[in-house]
């Protein structure tokens, strides 16, 4: 079997690129229903819970004070989080209702019109659902950071709006943060610090980081957890989780329970900074082994379950550097190109490494958990999501890589099946055609992975890959394969997006060649 590129489909993709609009806004739009409805009966089941805990309050005459005790704290924690999921509601019930209104006005009007109405309803809902990610942080900043790392898949103006979530998010209250991190580490700010900056650099979903001095001249970053963000999250894994299955009937059949279910343990996992200084340790070791990537090594006994301490590394935001790289490319500057493809290669380079040969890789690659130091130097911040593969699935995941540059389908097939790939029939047609289509990309001498990755030849491939999917479809995945996803997904919107000159076997042979020797 071989997959050519015939010019047969060349109208279908224009037609595609013309009407993809409307489409995807129904989309999106049953998305926001989908999370109204969850939060709606999220609100009636807290509600049923506060009331069940008051009216056990009143009963438990034997323990009436703890009774009473535990009444309370049911309400107030009903009366926090209804208060957070309404407000939650009320934007997504605004913005949803502003798609719909586009909807119905853009069948009145020319279509160079309409497209100039959703372009401003875009910048306007981009700003609306920044405003709700900002405002309740934890799982939905989650959500607006994953979005902000696909310029392959988003609007312009909503990667424009939603960057800010990467590292710089509002900050907690700077009296507060001080109070829980001379709790944490049982000592007063002077006689850890010489110096602390209580304004933070960076702050993201679950903590922020700020600048400080040790008594020894080191500067480090020290980490600090948001209060009570563990119980938030929790809430937001829940909504998530009924949006998600919400939105199963318009959505291709796949293996939601695992996604889901990898995803609730991987975001519950990362408020736990004692894991995510071992993990930092263990792959900021590994990567000084490698050239050109480095991440920040620990420093100090000042650690806690949320308090972390780090050297200080100067940065800047990769996408910075690749837009203004990209810039000058744009302008003629033939080595902006060498220099983009060197950085993004080399990012490529450390994750094959991390995944095929380390087995544990940081599974949330986005711009700004990403820096490039003045050398040119490729910087990996936080590990609180972290990934482990055993051995065994790691060297299936290597012998599966080799597979695909042998050429050998029928192994790629055995290999996947191996690993936990499942299809709704039984039958590996859908894995052989999948695994058939990735072959012709490193097959073939014009192949949109050797020449840029051209938008339009990749999203020719992936119609006729859906087309398969909807006959066969995947329903089972393995839950390793939902953080390796998130991260090719992520990288790959890079690749997309500042299109670099790559040789994919180039990149991932040296990966492959240390995993299968290990």
């Known amino acids: 079997m071989h997959v050519s590129r015939s010019s047969a489909i060349q109208p279908e993709h224009k037609e595609y690129q013309i009407f993809s609009a409307e489409p995807s806004l129904r989309h999106w739009l049953a998305a926001v229903d989908a999370v109204l409805r969850a939060v709606e009966e999220t609100v009636w089941r807290l509600r049923r819970e506060a009331l069940e805990a008051c009216q056990a309050g009143r009963e438990d005459w034997a323990d009436w004070a703890d009774g009473i005790r535990d009444a309370q704290g049911a309400l107030r924690s009903w009366r926090q989080q209804t208060s957070r999921l309404v407000g939650i509601g009320w934007e997504l019930t605004k913005i949803a209702t502003g798609y719909r209104l586009h909807l119905t006005r853009a069948a009145f009007v020319s279509r160079r019109r309409a497209a ?49 979530l990467q590292d710089n998010v509002p900050a907690e209250d700077e009296q507060r943060m001080v109070t829980i991190l001379e709790e944490e580490l049982d000592s007063s700010l002077d006689a850890t610090f010489r110096d602390f900056d209580a304004t933070p ?43 998600l299955e919400g939105m199963r009937t318009s959505l291709p059949p796949a293996d939601y329970d695992t996604i889901v279910r990898e995803v609730r343990a991987t975001i519950s996992a990362e408020v736990d900074y004692e894991a995510e200084r071992a993990h930092g340790v263990a792959v900021g070791e590994y990567l000084a082994t490698l050239q050109g990537v480095r991440a920040p090594r620990s420093v100090g ?17 990769i996408t910075s550097v690749l837009d203004r790289l990209a810039e000058a490319r744009a302008a003629g500057d033939e080595s902006a190109q060498t220099e983009i493809s060197r950085l993004v290669n080399k990012l490529i380079e450390a994750y094959a490494h991390q995944i095929l040969e380390l087995g544990r890789f940081q599974a949330d690659p986005h711009p700004g958990n990403l820096l490039v130091e003045a050398d040119g130097t490729l910087v990996i911040l936080d590990f609180g999501c972290t990934k482990i593969l055993e051995g065994e699935v790691r060297r299936a995941y290597a012998q599966l890589l080799q597979a695909f540059f042998v050429q050998d389908t029928k192994r790629v097939s055995e290999l996947l099946q191996q690993l936990g790939f499942r299809t709704r029939s039984g039958r590996p047609d ?47 995945v393995p839950d390793h394969f939902v953080m390796i996803g998130r991260v090719v997904a992520t990288l790959g919107g890079l690749v997309m997006h500042y299109r670099p000159t790559m040789d994919v076997q180039r990149v991932m042979v040296p990966a492959l060649i240390a995993a299968l020797s290990n």
């Open 201 to 243: 650099i960076a702050s993201a979903s679950i903590g922020q980081v700020h600048r400080a001095v040790l008594h020894d001249d080191t500067v480090v970053a020290v980490k600090l957890q948001r209060p009570s963000i563990d119980t938030v999250i929790q809430l937001d894994m829940r909504i998530l989780a009924s949006f």
């Open 430 to 476: 859908t894995l052989l055609w999948f695994a058939e289509l990735m072959l012709d990309e490193l097959r073939s001498e014009g192949s949109a992975l050797r020449q840029g990755f051209s938008s339009s030849e990749m999203i020719d491939e992936w119609i006729r890959l859906l087309r398969a999917v909807e006959q066969d479809p995947v329903v089972r």
């Open 116 to 164: 100039a109405m959703l372009e401003r309803l875009h910048e306007k809902n981009a700003q609306r659902f920044t405003a709700v990610c900002i405002s309740h942080g934890a799982g939905f900043l989650k959500v607006g950071q994953l979005l902000s790392s696909r310029p392959d898949l988003m609007p312009r103006v909503w990667i424009e709006a939603l960057s800010i």
């Open 301 to 317: 006994t000042h650690q806690s379950k949320r308090v972390l301490v780090t050297e200080f590394i100067e940065g800047e935001k």
